[in-house]
Each structure stands twice: as C-alpha cells, then as structure tokens.
C-alpha cells in the first residue's frame, strides 16, 4: 500500500468552504482523477483520506495537509496534477510527495497567519500589538459546546507584529496587516481569539472582518523563529541513498 502526502489551498471565495465540503469535493475528484483508493472495512466503506489540522471555515490557507494511502503505486507529481485538475479553482493541490516517514500530524505544531485588517491604521494596530506582546496572559471569551470558555490567548502566540504591505489596496485606504505564529495547543488558540485579544488590551476593533489567510503550518523552529515545512522529511528520506548503493560501489574495479 502507498501513502501520499498532500498539500492544499482554500483561496478567494472557496476559503468560505466548511471542512466538510471539502471533503465532499475531494473524494468526487478522487473518483474522476480514479485514483486506486484503499476503502476501510466494514458495511459503508471509505476512502482511507487522513485530514490534518485544517483551517477553520472563513479563513483561507495556502497549507493544509492530508494523506492517501492507494492500493496501486502511482508517481506523486503526476497524481497532484490529476487531483489538481478535478478539483475546483481555489481549492488547489500543490505539493505531493510519498510518505517515507511517520507522524505527519506530530509535525504541524505551529500556524503562520497572515491577518488583514481593512479599515484599521497601521499606527493603531502597531500600538495594540504593542500592547498585546507585553501583556503576561490575555484572556478572552469563545462559545463551546458547553457554553462561554475563558482561556488566555497570549501563551500560545510565539510572535505577533505588523506587516507593511501597500502593494494590492489604494494607498488612501487605511489597512493594516499583521503577521502572527501561533502554537498548535489546547484549547487551541485561532487568528480571531487573537483578534478577541487586541481588543481587550487596546480596544482595537476592525470595522470589517478580518481577512485571515494561513501561511504555512509545521514545526515550529526554536533557533531560527520559523515554521518548518512538514512535507521535507519525506522529500528527505526519497533522495536518501540505499543500503545497496554502498555496497555496490565498494564492489566497484577502480
């Protein structure tokens, strides 16, 4: 059995799409790409699809993850192209790679999120990061299943600042970007908790919902600051040498 590893959009308006639409729309592109799917057992078979991590509905992502596993081998790239074709414009395959190695969801331990604040001066949202980065704990409020949950927002973001960007919007327009990398932790603390967060510690409040598009996701490097690309330790392990190779060039005449 082949696993393939996956690597997907929600871009534009499809980043509206519930997780479970998304689902729906990846298995038909499965059955028109006929993809050798391996089913689980039992009286109602499923394609075995392992999603990871996925974005919450109303946020676009240019990293989000999933794993295949197929009951025939077939060429990574050539397959992403396949499933790339069948899927509509917005939810979009762009990477794929075999997997040669365990625990993908253990690898996506961190988000980059990119928060777009229209309406908002970049001076007023430098001084509510400001004060957001400062704070020790920032507690906010989210509906649960069992009613108002009070956690605080500001242990599980690892940097929060703004971003000058004046490139795609009129420069007479007030707009603010903000660059944030949170922990993957529970209770799991989203771009809008962070939001919840700047308007407690600085009465910042967009006057339009934010546009909020992750970045990236995966580990989560201590030294240098970044999130790492989940994907490469399989990108790794394929262009590793075998044991036979070694051997066989030992063997070689000089």
């Given at each position: 059995m082949q696993r393939i590893r996956l690597r997907y959009t929600k871009?534009?308006?499809?980043r509206f799409t519930s997780h479970r639409d998304f689902?729906?729309?990846?298995?038909?592109?499965?059955r028109r790409a006929e993809v050798p799917m391996a089913y689980s057992a039992g009286f109602t078979p499923h394609p075995k699809v392992s999603y990871a991590n996925a974005a919450p509905t109303g946020t676009g992502s240019e990293a989000e993850y999933l794993e295949i596993a197929l009951t025939a081998?077939?060429?990574?790239e050539k397959l992403r192209i396949l499933l790339d074709e069948s899927l509509p414009t917005g939810l979009d395959i762009v990477d794929a790679v075999e997997a040669r190695t365990s625990g993908?969801?253990?690898?996506?331990?961190?988000s980059v999120w990119?928060?777009?604040?229209?309406?908002?001066d970049p001076a007023d949202a430098e001084r509510a990061v400001a004060a957001f980065n400062k704070a020790d704990a920032v507690e906010v409020q989210r509906m649960a299943k069992n009613g108002v949950r009070t956690f605080d927002a500001r242990a599980a973001v690892v940097q929060l600042e703004t971003h000058s960007e004046t490139a795609d919007r009129p420069t007479d327009q007030a707009c603010a970007i903000l660059r944030l990398v949170v922990r993957h932790v529970t209770p799991a603390v989203r771009p809008d908790d962070v939001l919840s967060g700047l308007r407690a510690v600085a009465d910042l409040a967009p006057p339009v919902p934010a546009a909020v598009t992750r970045l990236a996701q995966g580990l989560f490097d201590e030294e240098t600051g970044t999130v790492t690309d989940p994907l490469a330790p399989?990108?790794?392990?394929?262009?590793a040498p075998t044991t036979a190779e070694p051997a066989a060039a030992a063997k070689a005449p000089a």
């Open positions: 871009r534009g308006r499809l689902q729906r729309a990846f298995e038909r592109a499965l081998a077939r060429d990574p993908l969801a253990d690898r996506l331990t961190a990119e928060l777009r604040l229209d309406g908002v399989d990108r790794e392990a394929a262009q």
